[in-house]
Antibody, heavy 115, light 112 residues
Framework: EVQLVESGGGLIQPGGSLRLSCAASGFTVSSNYMSWVRQAPGKGLEWVSVIYSGGTTYYADSVKGRFTISRDNSKNTLYFQMNSLRAEDTAVYYC?????????WGQGTLVTVSS | QSALTQPPSASGSPGQSVTISCTGTSSDVGDYNYVSWYQQHPGKAPKLMIYEVSKRPSGVPDRFSGSKSGNTASLTVSGLQAEDEADYYCSSYAGSNNFGVVFGGGTKLTVL
């Protein structure tokens, strides 16, 4: 059974850093495209980043230069390093398998950026 | 990249059919057959309901169907049931200028 479990969210001050984790089971992260999607409170979904199976990464303009997607093949885990956090980054962050079709999603982890 | 346009709300009575539209441009919906639809219940993660315009993942009832004409994709839910009440989001691949997907703003489906 495919499962994705995110962790690492929390309350962080503006300008701070946070690393999200997404532990996968039932499939191999490194053999798949993996994405991060976020949802601000009461708002819609926003794609933020993808890592291809070959390791190529892409980011939405809103996070480019501040956030980094990566993976640890030995742990079958996806990561999202978020630096220079802003209030507008406040959202539930979901990891999902795929790039244009997101067929499995984690339960999400809430990141709140506030002083 | 601009978000795709969805109506904020839709509704129907149990047993009826309802169609939700998703309008993009010739650079996304109109140019690629990579339109997906996701269902999201309150407090839950999105669930894939339709992919590549009209394909259903295993386990999704055949009451859910998708189509596309030009720059507009549509999700039709037939035989509405109470559990279909949720938010629905469309998404589309937007080409090599974007590499990810662009989402619609979401439609709240109410079963009357």
């Amino acid at each position: 059974e495919v499962q994705l479990v995110e962790s690492g969210g929390g309350l962080i001050q503006p300008g701070g850093s946070l690393r999200l984790s997404c532990a996968a089971s039932g499939f191999t992260v490194s053999s798949n495209y993996m994405s991060w999607v976020r949802q601000a409170p009461g708002k819609g979904l926003e794609w933020v980043s993808v890592i291809y199976s070959g390791g190529t990464t892409y980011y939405a303009d809103s996070v480019k230069g501040r956030f980094t997607i990566s993976r640890d093949n030995s742990k079958n885990t996806l990561y999202f390093q978020m630096n220079s956090l802003r209030a507008e980054d406040t959202a539930v962050y979901y990891c999902a398998r795929g790039s244009v079709t997101l067929d499995y999603w984690g339960q999400g982890t809430l990141v709140t950026v506030s002083s | 990249q601009s978000a795709l346009t969805q109506p904020p709300s839709a509704s129907g009575s149990p047993g009826q059919s309802v169609t939700i539209s998703c309008t993009g441009t010739s650079s996304d919906v109109g140019d690629y057959n990579y339109v997906s639809w996701y269902q999201q219940h309150p407090g839950k993660a999105p669930k894939l309901m339709i992919y590549e315009v009209s394909k259903r993942p295993s386990g999704v009832p055949d009451r859910f169907s998708g189509s596309k004409s030009g720059n507009t994709a549509s999700l039709t839910v037939s035989g509405l049931q109470a559990e279909d009440e949720a938010d629905y989001y469309c998404s589309s691949y937007a080409g090599s200028n974007n590499f990810g997907v662009v989402f619609g703003g979401g439609t709240k489906l109410t079963v009357l």
